[in-house]
Every structure is written in C-alpha cells, then in structure tokens.
C-alpha cells in the first residue's frame, strides 16, 4: 500500500474515533471579528470621547448586523504621555461588551499640554500586549485615534513603523483617524494607515456631529430588556455574581442619563441573544449558559449558586430555571420585533434628514468596518 493510501486510511480511522460533537464544531466554527481603538485622551479630545461614550453601541451593533454569527470581541488601548497619571492604560479584546462600556465610561480627558504624545508606545500595546485570535477566520482591526503626532525622541519606544510590520504579520488593519488638521499629526497617521493597510480618516476635533436618533420604541424596548434583565440568574463565583448583578443595573442606570444609548445597548443584547440566549454579556447567568446549552444545572456546585436557589431541592431548581428560561423566551421575541420597528425607523429619520456635511467619529468607523469586515 502507498504512503499516500495509508494516509488517507489513516485519517479515515482517526475521524471516525471522534465523536459527533467534534464534526458539529467544525461544521459551525464561529468567524471572529476583534476591534481595537487606540485613543488618545489627553484634554484637546474630550469631546470625540464623550460622543463616543454614546456610540460605542451603535458601532458594537454595525458590526453584529454584518456578522450575526461572529464572536465579537472589543478592545481599547487609552494613551497620554509621560509625566500624566498614565501613558498607555489597557483593557482587553473581550466579548463583554457591556464591561468594556463600563470602563469607557470611566474615561476622562485630561492631560497633555506639551504636543507631541506617546503615540508609539500605544501602537506597540494594541498590537504586542492586546490577547488577539489566532486562527483563520478572524478579522483584526485597530483604530487610532488623535489628534498629536507620536513623540519620535523617546528612546525607549519601539517605533511605529517597526509595530506596523508586527501587524502585518498578524493580519491586523491599523486605520488612522485623525481629528482636528494638524499637518504633522496628518502626515504621521498617514503613513501608520498606509503601512497597516487601513484608511485615513479625517475628522473635526470634537469629533463631528454624533447623530442621536431618538424612536418612539426606545422606552418600551428599555422596559422589556429591564425585565429580562430580572431572569437573570447569577453564579460562579461570589465576585462573578456581584459583577453579573452589576450588569443588570446598568440598563436602568444608562437609560437615566442617555435613552438612546441604553436602546443601543438593548438591540445590541436582543441580537446576540438569538444566538446566546444572553441578557447580559460576559457570562455569569445561569439561565443563558443553560439555555445555550455551554452548562448543566448539576453541574453547577451548591456554592456557586445565589441563595435563591440553594436553599431549593433540585427538582424546584429545575422548575425555576425553566419558569426564568420560558419567561425570556417570550419577552425577547417581543423585543426582537421592537428593535426591528427601530432599525427601520432610525435608517428612515437618517434617509430623511441626509448626512451631515462634516464627518463623524462614529459614521466614519461605522463605514470603514462596512468595507473592511467584507474583504
């Protein structure tokens, strides 16, 4: 027999030895798609973070529309420069995006001063530090955002043309976005999204006009993920439940200062859940983990379930798992239909009114990942 048939026989017999669940998981491998900003926020860019504070779900939700079957993961590299609290502060590539939010939140704008920052040790953190995929089906891609060129005298930096081989060679895309017109800012981000195969994107300083597109479905659909919000059944570890207790506050508590966003936030979870079963996102529920099928009630220990729960017999574990799993079953195919009713009238109000004439942080990303997430 020749090699090349005792191969063949060979990988026959090996496939044949593993179970149904390895072909299933072949079979429907998930694409990935990471996305990481890079963001300067020293003092001149306050007013980008604060719009993008509020768009981060809508851009989270451009992608998801795209890709409703992609692990989505997002990431944020936040950068100053020597001599302020922080040069580079990182927060991981993650799936949880509401967690992501929560520091997002925590952003302020200040420092700076002096005008070149410490763009290159930022790049280098995105690109070296950040936990990207590995594997075939992903797509990498990285926003810089700024508005001062790096600084070129530190001598402990690894420069950014160096970083920008480093990403080719993971496959990752480096756009540029510039905001304000500084010339020598305008021609270091060009040549960084020339050499990551991006785009330069030009914006106003502040950001451009964010778009916040009110719908008559907003309060409703706030309503209904607040009750699914209360299916939710923490477990895990005592920090994992409090954090997954945290999560469901933070709708009510977005919807107080910003509707629109916390109708974002809504859509964005809705969709997921088609696929998840997730009321909130990161992990840490019981109903969706069991919904989903990734866990089994007894499998759970007694000490990582909430109180509710222990003190129950398995058999009125069960009942209550599935009274909770039931319950928002029917309240997502309600909101399912609600955020249909929004998609449309957000695309019609945006068809009525035109697009501004300047460009915007969010339409510009939201465009650009429009391209890019197709190739």
């Known amino acids: 027999m020749s090699l090349a048939r005792i191969g063949r026989v060979a990988l026959i017999v090996a496939a044949a030895s593993l179970p149904q669940a390895a072909f299933t998981s072949f079979a429907h491998a998930k694409p990935t798609v990471e996305v990481a900003f890079v963001l300067d926020t020293t003092g001149s860019m306050a007013g980008l973070i604060e719009g993008a504070k509020r768009k981060i779900w809508s851009i989270a939700t451009s992608i998801l529309d795209q890709n409703p079957d992609a692990d989505i993961r997002m990431g944020l590299v936040a950068y100053r420069d020597i001599g302020d609290e922080y040069v580079t502060k990182k927060f991981d590539l993650t799936t949880d995006i509401q967690d992501l939010y929560a520091n997002?939140?925590?952003?302020?704008?200040?420092?700076?001063?002096?005008?070149?920052?410490?763009?290159?040790?930022?790049?280098?953190?995105?690109?070296?530090?950040?936990?990207?995929?590995?594997?075939?089906?992903?797509?990498?891609i990285v926003f810089l955002v700024g508005d001062a060129p790096p600084h070129m005298d530190y001598a402990q930096d690894t420069k950014y043309e160096t970083t920008m081989k480093v990403a080719q060679q993971k496959e990752i895309i480096v756009n540029a976005v510039l905001a304000g017109g500084a010339r020598d800012t305008e021609r270091a981000w060009r040549d960084i999204a020339q050499r990551g195969d991006g785009r330069f994107i030009a914006i106003p300083q502040d950001g451009g006009q964010v778009v916040i597109i009110e719908t008559p479905y907003d309060e409703e659909i706030i309503i209904l993920q607040n009750e699914i919000n209360k299916t939710v059944i923490p477990y895990g570890p005592r920090t994992l439940q409090k954090r997954t207790e945290e999560k469901t506050r933070q709708l009510s508590e977005v919807a107080r200062a910003a509707p629109a966003s916390a109708s974002d936030m809504a859509s964005y979870i809705n969709k997921r859940a088609k696929?998840?079963?997730?009321?909130?996102?990161?992990?840490?529920?019981?109903?969706?983990?069991?919904?989903?099928?990734?866990?089994?009630?007894?499998?759970?220990?007694?000490?990582?379930?909430?109180?509710?729960?222990?003190?129950?017999?398995?058999?009125?574990?069960?009942?209550?798992?599935?009274?909770?799993?039931?319950?928002?079953?029917?309240?997502?195919?309600?909101?399912?239909?609600?955020?249909?009713?929004?998609?449309?009238?957000?695309?019609?109000?945006?068809?009525?009114?035109?697009?501004?004439?300047?460009?915007?942080?969010?339409?510009?990303?939201?465009?650009?990942?429009?391209?890019?997430?197709?190739?």
Do not use: C, H
């Not at 997002?104 to 920052?117: K, M, N, T």
């Not at 309600?334 to 942080?361: C, E, I």
């Open 104 to 140: 997002l939140l925590q952003v302020r704008a200040q420092g700076g001063g002096d005008w070149p920052e410490s763009v290159n040790e930022a790049l280098d953190v995105a690109i070296n530090k950040l936990q990207w995929s590995k594997g075939g089906d992903i797509r990498r």
């Open 275 to 375: 696929l998840s079963s997730e009321a909130v996102t990161g992990g840490g529920d019981l109903v969706a983990d069991v919904a989903s099928g990734s866990k089994r009630l007894d499998g759970v220990k007694d000490d990582e379930l909430p109180e509710s729960l222990r003190k129950l017999s398995m058999r009125d574990r069960t009942a209550e798992l599935e009274k909770q799993m039931t319950l928002r079953k029917e309240l997502n195919a309600k909101l399912t239909a609600l955020v249909v009713k929004r998609d449309a009238y957000v695309a019609a109000q945006r068809d009525k009114t035109g697009a501004p004439k300047a460009s915007s942080f969010d339409r510009e990303v939201e465009a650009t990942l429009k391209v890019q997430l197709k190739k």
